[in-house]
């Protein structure tokens, strides 16, 4: 496949600003018109103009383009290299040049999608769209269906863009992790000249829970536990999705000590697990008669917390 210089094809500079490309285009279509021009190639010249306009009319097109052309010269074989066009978001293809316009092996190497035609206009894949939405913590264990409300760019009938909101029936699967993305098929953007429409791409976030924290399929639990609980081990109850269970406090446990409970966070394969993040709470010294156990405890029990921590400079 022979490289199209699409500058000399419009009789412009690289470096030609939008406007010089625009006049170009318009005398060289004036010239070549099929309907009016005298010139034998008429015809192929008009494709060849069409074409080129149809990449340096458009902002993102020229800029992939430029990228590629670098040092390579027109007829030169070339192939486009692989993930040359990352990045780039093309839109169809401008206005201003033949409906009926037939574009090369060249073009379509690089822009396929929009050298496809039907009903004369160009068949273009609509854009991919993304939101975030907020579940609760119980959608994800249990799956479930919410309707959402959605506000975003729509384009009426004469191309003009408008706020629209929308609602969708989303099927929440159990087992979903924050951050993960849900795919709608076909609710994006509407495509161009027939073609198919966009994806919906729905990240999901939760709402903050009055117990469980996520990290991915990991759920935590802060669990408040009394001072004898911790020191001399104990056996108490504890929430989980799945109901009460009753748990063992192993003694000499600290503060901040993790139990894990295997397989009780947000379901998959294989299954998250629940952490009891061990929070010892004091009792408060909030009567004669509790102040006086915390001097008996002081008298019978003498303990320096700061032991380690040395003299003082």
Do not use: C
């Amino acid at each position: 496949m022979e490289f199209k210089d699409y500058y000399q094809a419009l009789g412009v500079d690289r470096t030609a600003s939008e406007d010089e490309i625009r006049r170009a285009y318009r005398k060289l279509a004036r010239k070549y018109h099929p309907d009016v021009s005298k010139e034998a190639d008429a015809e192929a010249r008009m494709r060849e103009v069409n074409e080129a306009y149809a990449v340096l009319g458009d902002k993102e097109k020229r800029e992939a383009y430029d990228n590629i052309g670098a040092g390579v010269s027109p007829g030169q074989g070339f192939a486009p290299p692989p993930g040359w066009d990352q990045g780039f978001e093309f839109a169809g293809r401008p206005g201003g040049f033949e409906e009926d316009a037939e574009f090369s092996d060249f073009f379509s190497a690089l822009f396929g999608a929009a050298a496809r035609r039907r009903g004369g206009a160009a068949r273009m894949r609509g854009e991919d769209h993304h939101a975030a939405i907020q579940i609760d913590l119980e959608d994800a264990l249990r799956g479930a269906t919410r309707d959402i409300s959605l506000r975003g760019i729509q384009y009426d009938a004469q191309g003009r863009p408008e706020v629209r909101e929308r609602t969708l029936s989303v099927r929440i699967p159990a087992g979903v992790r924050e951050g993960q993305l849900i795919r709608l098929a076909g609710q994006g953007m509407a495509g161009a000249g027939g073609g198919e429409a966009g994806d919906l791409y729905l990240e999901i976030r939760f709402r903050p829970h009055p117990l469980y924290r996520a990290e991915g399929r990991d759920l935590y639990l802060t669990l408040p536990v009394a001072p004898w609980e911790a020191v001399l081990g104990d056996t108490v109850q504890a929430p989980t999705p799945g109901g009460q269970v009753e748990v063992t406090i192993p003694p000499g446990s600290r503060n901040g000590r993790k139990l894990r409970l295997k397989g009780r966070g947000i379901p998959g394969n294989p299954p998250g697990d629940l952490y009891l993040v061990l929070d010892i709470a004091w009792p408060p010294a909030d009567s004669d008669r509790a102040r006086e156990a915390y001097k008996n405890l002081a008298r019978e029990m003498p303990f320096d917390p700061r032991r380690n921590l040395g003299a003082q400079a």
